[in-house]
């Protein structure tokens, strides 16, 4: 026991040492939360340009405007159709002269660039028509919508989702870059050759190399999750026992793939494209950036057995107040994640060669 503690310490001020290391292990993560709290914190409008004849200008603006939906703007026909297709606005309403014996036909011309926003900008805009024309003509509407949430989550941001998929993209990327290129180079220069003519044990080395990066993983979440509640204010909650949980079961099923890597390649060249390999699809797919639901429905059926999609989908569940230990969602992340450590720490053990 002794012999780890001395390791470990070892290789924790090795880890302290190594600025370069320490900076993608630590600050970069706070980098890409800083940059990425920008986006979706503030209330997405949009931003509509209205032409209309001269004695209905006043009625369109005011119908607009007392939605916080739309920021809206009277423009001529020529300088809003210019802006829109410059893309300094979403997209130019045109208003006729409305006529009492039939119905009146809005036309709006959008900026098609962008698939996705364009979509979100004709569907505000039809829905909103909708909505105001049931209320201009007196009708009782078919259907109400009674939206109600799951439960009483704290999150309301992008900054508060993408706090949870960092969180879980950090443990995924410092286990299996750290234990994968780690050990391989120790391997490339002998270290670990060496070391077996010493009185430490192979499994002392590998139990505090184990323990050096699960404190490093630990003492990093701590400072993202500081950082982004404290500094950029992200509003979610901090469950400490069930997200160390989490975080620990996810650093041993990468810990344990990264002993694959490193049991298999012969170098620190061949183990790089190895580990992009598989953390790049992780990275994209398993609902870091956004959620698993926008892909299509095969694509997120596989990624949902992803163990970095079993760590996001915990910690955001945790994180937002919508799981709790006894939570069978939670349950099923934590039984997803055993089953990744159980079956690759297996393969690890076979595979891992100390030359």
Known sequence: MNAILVLTRSLLRQTIRNRQGLFWTLFFPLVLMFVFSFLGNSQSRVNLAVVSPRGQSAAVMKVFQRS??????????????????????????????????HTTT?????????????????GSVEA??????????????????????????????????????????????NSLFGIGAGLTRWKEQGVLRRFR?????????????????????LASAAIVIGFSTTILHASVSVPLG??????????????SIG????????SQEATIPIINLISFPMMFLSGVFFPVSSLPRILAHIVQYFPLTY????????????LTLGASAFRTDIIGLVVWIVVTGLIASRAWRWE
């Open 68 to 101: 916080p939906l739309f920021h809206v703007t009277k423009m001529s026909r020529r300088q809003a159709l210019q802006e829109v297709q410059r893309g300094q606005i979403d997209a130019a309403l045109l208003v006729p002269l409305a006529a009492a014996d």
């Open 106 to 122: 809005l036309t709006l011309r959008y900026n098609n660039a962008n698939a996705v926003s364009a979509g979100q900008v004709v």
């Open 128 to 173: 909103f028509v909708a909505q105001a024309d049931i209320a201009l003509s007196g009708r009782p509407p078919l259907f109400r919508v009674a939206a109600q949430a799951m439960t009483h989550s704290h999150s309301s941001t992008y900054l508060d989702f993408l706090l949870p998929g960092i969180l879980a993209l950090m443990t995924m990327q």
């Open 197 to 217: 003519a010493t009185p430490v044990k192979p499994v002392q080395l590998l139990a505090a190399t184990i323990v050096n990066y699960m404190v490093v993983g």
């Open 242 to 255: 069930p997200i160390l949980l989490v975080l620990l079961l996810g650093m041993a099923s990468f810990l």
């Open 259 to 266: 002993f694959i890597v490193a049991g298999l390649s012969k």
């Open 311 to 322: 760590v996001a989908d915990a910690l955001r569940g945790l994180m937002s107040g919508q």
